[in-house]
């Protein structure tokens, strides 16, 4: 029996960094953390900065840690970029440092699905997806020279590096997404809408993203050589569509179907209701082109086992994508239902939107002061941004165990009970 991890968590004290180490503690796993701030009274804790590697190794050595899962990062639009190179990248740079010195065999790190986006729509996206050549802004660049390294550094030392690529993560705890949000309703903007909300955006709760690293964590060992005769049968096996919000979407047969409004029970009722409430598995063959990255061709022609988790990034989402806009107003629904909507929304063309965000940003540059509406906003609102997550959903074996409308509720809940303390 393989020897369990022990776990140290760094940025622990943070959104993500929370739900990691409760999921981690909730399965009976050692674990301690590694942040700036101290926010827990029953875990071990270790106060440092991630780009000392002196004080990273300590705590490594004294929390006798095997598997790192780096979260820390500063929030995305804060006054000093420079800050996001200080921890984003040397602080990563140091993390693996002190991993190798101190024969650590694992790190999963958390990037970001932005690390591919700089503008333009992305739809369906995959892991091919290239790194812009050209930001979008200090943040991102960040995150992703930051996912360079750790992927680089994947096998060196006797260190294996894994990537995961949330997007759009929201749930208990967020004061950064959510906060914004309702600032929106409170200063009276919810009626303005940018563009014409047709674009389809990943939201992932914050659940199945600490879920996905854990997976991440118990997949980051070499593969087998007998799990290449596997391979085939992984990837052409079908997927069920994704139905944590849904449900099953299961069509009625002769065979298996609900018995409805009936006069006579029928003799076979109780075999069909056996077999429409039965597991469903897809037995459509999966048909996939020379372009599809898991075709037969392209499995044969890889040079590593595509089992392999180590060395490898992975778009982690609820694969559920949204319209833009309805998950905003979910949200103020959910925060003010006796009020809102009280009167349609005010439809701002996207061009319209770019011209005056320029205005705005010009006129808060000449008075030093960051406009409300910015060019930034007006592209993450009206582009499509959403990907596609096969490979985590084959390879780490990630399906979302949280709903968007069942996320929605949770942090709302939470939101009213705890964000106003």
Not at 99 to 105: F, I, K, L, P, Y
Not at 148 to 155: K, R, T
Not at 339 to 353: A, D, E, H, M
Request: aromatic fraction near 10%; charge should be neutral; include cysteine.
């Amino acid at each position: 029996m393989a020897q369990r991890d022990v776990y140290l968590v760094i940025g622990g004290s943070g959104f993500l960094g929370r739900h990691i180490v409760e999921a981690l503690k909730n399965r009976g796993d050692t674990v301690s953390v590694f942040d700036i701030v101290q926010r827990y009274d029953d875990t071990p804790f270790y106060s440092g900065d991630i780009s000392d590697e002196a004080q990273v190794a300590q705590a490594l050595q004294k929390s006798g840690a095997t598997c790192i899962i780096h979260t820390a990062s500063p929030q995305h639009g804060i006054e000093d970029p420079a800050l996001y190179w200080k921890v984003n990248v040397e602080g990563t740079k140091a993390i693996i440092a002190a991993a190798v010195a101190c024969h650590v065999s694992k790190l999963v790190y958390t990037s970001s699905a932005g690390v591919t986006f700089n503008g333009p729509d992305i739809v369906d996206g995959d892991e091919r997806l290239p790194y812009p050549e050209k930001p979008m802004d200090a943040y991102n660049d960040s995150k992703a020279k930051a996912e360079q390294i750790v992927l680089e550094a994947n096998s060196k030392g006797g260190l294996l590096t894994v990537a995961l690529r949330p997007a759009g993560i929201f749930g208990p705890g967020d004061r950064q997404l959510l906060t914004t949000t309702i600032k929106v309703l409170e200063e009276g903007k919810a009626y303005i809408q940018i563009g014409d909300n047709t674009n389809m955006f990943d939201m992932t709760y914050v659940g199945n993203i600490a879920y996905a690293h854990l997976l991440a964590a118990d997949k980051l060992t070499p593969p087998s050589p007998k799990d290449m005769d596997k391979v085939m049968e992984i990837f052409s096996r079908p997927l069920s569509p994704v139905d944590a919000t849904l449900g099953r979407r299961r069509i009625p047969t002769s065979s298996a179907r609900p018995l409805g409004p009936y006069v006579e029970y029928p003799a076979n009722g109780e075999e069909l209701l056996a077999a429409w409430n039965a597991p469903y598995e897809s037995t459509r063959p999966v048909t996939r082109t020379r372009f599809d990255p898991f075709s037969e061709v392209a499995l044969e022609r890889s040079k590593s086992n595509p089992l392999d988790v180590a060395g490898q990034a992975f778009y982690i989402s609820n694969g559920e994508p949204v319209y833009f806009w309805d998950f905003m107003r979910a949200i103020w629904r959910l925060a003010d239902p006796e009020t809102y909507p009280s009167k349609k929304s005010w439809v701002l063309p996207k061009p319209i939107g770019f011209t005056l965000a320029s205005i705005l940003e010009f006129l808060g540059w000449v008075v030093g002061k960051e406009p409300s509406l910015t060019r930034y906003r007006i592209t993450f609102a009206s582009a499509h941004r959403w990907h596609n997550i096969e490979k985590a959903r084959r390879v780490l074996g990630y399906e979302p165990q949280v709903g968007i409308e069942e996320g929605l509720r949770r942090t709302m809940e939470w939101w009213k009970t705890q964000a106003r303390s």
